[in-house]
Every structure is written in C-alpha cells, then in structure tokens.
C-alpha cells in the first residue's frame, strides 16, 4: 500500500488566522473563548463562543465576493489557500483528475438559511435570493475550492457532524492510499455563530451558560456543563509520498491509521458503553501497523460535556489498556470551541504540530479534577515530550466516531 504524507496545512480559528499564530497561542495557554461581539445575543442564554479575532471578510475577499458565498465557504477558501501555500504544490505539473477534494461542513451556510428562511416568511419566496442554494449546501465549500484551484478528482464531503472533517481527512487517506487519486485537499469550515445556530444548540441544552470565559469550555473538568461554540476551517494537503518526495516537498508528517464506527445509540448521546469508540481507535491502530503502547498524544474530542467527556475517557481506556495513563491528552476546544464540522481539520493539525514540534498544547483553565476521569488531560501548561504518533479523534452526533493516526516525518 501507498504511504501518505501530509505537505501542507492551514487553519483560521479563536486562536488565530493562521497555524503558526494558532499553535503559538495554544502553547501559550491563550484562552480563544470570549463574550459574542459578531451579533446581539440578549434574546438567548448563551453569549459566550470561540469567534475569530481581529477578522474582517473585507480584508480578504471583495464585495462581490461576500456577497455571493457565505461565511462558511470564505472560511474554507483561507484555510485551504494557506494549505496551497505552504505545499507548493500547485507551482507543479500535476493530473487534476488525480487532485481529490474532501472538504466539508457540519452545517453549511448557515447565515444564508437564517436570513433567506427569514425573508421568504417577511417578504414572500418570490423575494428570496438566487444565491440562497448554492450559498447554504454544505458541498458548496469543496465546490469552491476545487473551482479556484482547478481540482478535477473527486470532489466529496462526507458529512457526519463533529466528526465531518476528520471522516473527510480519512476517506482521503484511504483514496490516496489505494491508489485512487495522488494528491488531496481535506478538511472542513463551520460559521454556525448566530441567533439560530447558538440558539439551536441551547435548545438542547448542549451549551454552557457560564458567563465567564474562564469556565465555560472546560472539558474533563468536574464542573464541566455543556460546550461552547467556536467558529473557523481548517485544511490539510494530502500527498502519495513519493510524489511528495520527487518534487522536494516538505512532507510536516505522515498519515498512517484510519478508523471509523458508528455507535447505533442515540441521536446525540454516546454510548455509554464506549464499545464503538475503543473499536475506531483499535481499527486505526491496526491500520497503522502499531501497537497501543507507541501512541505518545491525543488530542481528544473533550468537549466539555458530561457525558462525552466520560465515555471518551472509558473508550480511551478500553483502546489503551495499561497505557492509556502514559499517554498525554488534551482538548484544544478549550480554547478554540467545538468547531463541528471543522473540529476534526482544525484538531488534526494541532495533533500534527504536536508531532512535529515535541510538544503537547494544554486543556486550559482544567483547574478542578473529576475523580470519574483519571487520565492524564495536560491541565493548563504545555508539556515537552517525544511525540511519534500522534492520535485525533472525533465524536458527532448520531453516534460517528472517527480516529487518525499521525507520524512524525522522517528525519524529524
């Protein structure tokens, strides 16, 4: 079977708008998360989310461009503009038939349903926008990436909430890995901040209400009550390795293991048991050819809920054994929010930079231990370590779990 390494990534998130600057601050113990400035939240419970900094659409994109995509796919088009950059791969000669697109949304366009629903109930369907379609699907995000890039491969989102983008990143590492296509963009945007995405989430009660940024997104934490929203894409250029090697690319890190179950529970808990979580992490270990005792870090799900913190944990320990407490494990929505369909882009890149640098971003502002969670979650610091393999896994409602394993490149 074919090697895959990883060439090129990029990301614009809580943190920041761009991996160094993302990476920088989460070693830093940056908290991301803070009060709601992008809309009036006086109507709802929650008013704090992971929202980007310093950002403005203007600043990268013009008029006319804003005006005919949503948020969510201007937020992919960075991310994966960053990726482009640093794989220079397209300064090469490359079949665009061979170049796959696996990139994804939770929700899609959100913004355009909110406001287009809203004028056909006001003004009438006959007022509603011709962009309203092509603005909202979710597959809209990969369309416009492979339209600007000129990417011909399959063009393929695989949708399966929180766990989207992770799921999309696998799929293309098994494509690339079986010889199907050479070269991949995966990845996954959200932009779900607004009165009805947040809205939508408090209504089942899946939010904190904490209003205090400090204690609102702190997964594994005994006062843990719900997690908070965050917003952003991530992307990462997936290559056959000797292509990536003929043409001088800096391979970052190297795809080795892939596994994905589905719990057949419940719509949104997780089966307690954490019999399907353990079997994604058991499969992806055997595909990577590796034993449980070689993974060093996790970046976990950890999305500072009850239940899912638990179960993840349990699944963890089931998968790795004796070991589980050897391996350090954090949550990066700590700082950046649940990014739903983007968490698994934007988290694989911190677990490739963990990778990558020998060093483990922390849980932040974990200040108060469960005593039902007895693992090691990296509490507010950064810790130094070899890190060889690497591991991020997701959890979306419906019951998908879904795990990827990264290696440290050679020579690293």
Same mark, same amino acid.
């Given at each position: ?228 929203? @965050?917003?952003?894409? +991530? %992307?990462?250029?997936?290559? #056959?390795?000797?292509? &990536?090697? !003929?043409?001088?690319?800096?391979? $970052? ?83 950046? @929010?649940?990014?739903? +369909? %983007?968490?698994?882009?934007? #988290?694989?890149?911190? &677990?490739? !930079?963990?990778?990558?640098?020998? $060093? ?53």
């Amino acid at each position: 079977m074919r090697r895959v390494a990883v060439t090129g990534f990029g990301t614009i998130n809580a943190l920041g708008l761009n991996v160094d600057e993302t990476f920088k601050n989460a070693i830093n113990g940056v908290n991301g998360i803070d009060y709601i400035k992008g809309f009036d939240t006086s109507r709802i419970k929650v008013n704090i989310a992971g929202e980007l900094k310093n950002f403005n659409l203007e600043d990268h994109f013009d008029r006319s461009e804003i005006r005919r995509n949503d948020r969510v796919i201007l937020y992919g088009l960075l991310a994966a503009d960053e990726a482009f950059k640093q794989s220079k791969i397209m300064d090469t000669n490359f079949d665009p038939y061979r170049f796959g697109v696996y990139f994804t949304s939770g929700i899609g366009g959100l913004d355009t349903l909110e406001s287009e629903i809203s004028v056909r109930a006001t003004k009438g369907p006959n007022r509603m926008s011709p962009f309203f379609i092509p603005k909202a699907i979710i597959n809209m995000v990969g369309g416009a990436i492979s339209i600007k890039y000129g990417l011909k491969g399959p063009n393929t989102p695989i949708v399966t909430a929180c766990s989207a983008s992770t799921n999309s990143i696998g799929e293309a590492f098994r494509n690339i890995k079986h010889g199907y296509i050479d070269i991949a963009i995966a990845g996954g945007a959200e932009a779900p901040l607004s009165e009805t995405g947040i809205g939508g989430f408090a209504a089942i009660k899946a939010l904190s209400t904490t209003d205090d940024p400090n204690r609102a997104s702190i997964p594994f934490d005994k006062e843990r009550n719900g997690f908070v929203m @965050g917003e952003g894409s +991530g %992307a990462l250029i997936l290559e #056959e390795y000797e292509h &990536a090697k !003929k043409r001088g690319a800096n391979i $970052i890190a190297e795809i080795v293991g892939y596994g994905t179950t589905g719990d057949a529970f419940h719509i949104t808990a997780p089966d307690e048991t954490a019999e399907p979580i353990a079997k994604a992490i058991e499969f992806a270990l055997k595909e990577a050819n590796i034993n449980y005792n070689e993974v060093d870090y996790i970046n976990a799900h950890g999305t500072s809920t009850l239940l899912n913190d638990k179960t993840e944990t349990l699944g963890i320990k089931k998968a790795f054994k004796d070991h589980a407490k050897n391996i350090n494990i954090s949550s990066t929505k700590s700082m950046t @929010g649940h990014t739903l +369909g %983007a968490a698994g882009a934007i #988290e694989s890149i911190f &677990a490739i !930079k963990a990778t990558k640098e020998d $060093i483990i971003p922390p849980t932040l502002n974990l200040n108060i231990p469960d005593p039902e969670l007895d693992l090691n979650y990296t509490p507010n610091k950064a810790v130094k370590r070899t890190v060889n393999y690497s591991v991020n896994m997701n959890l979306g409602f419906g019951g998908h779990n879904a795990v990827l394993i990264f290696k440290k490149a050679e020579g690293l």
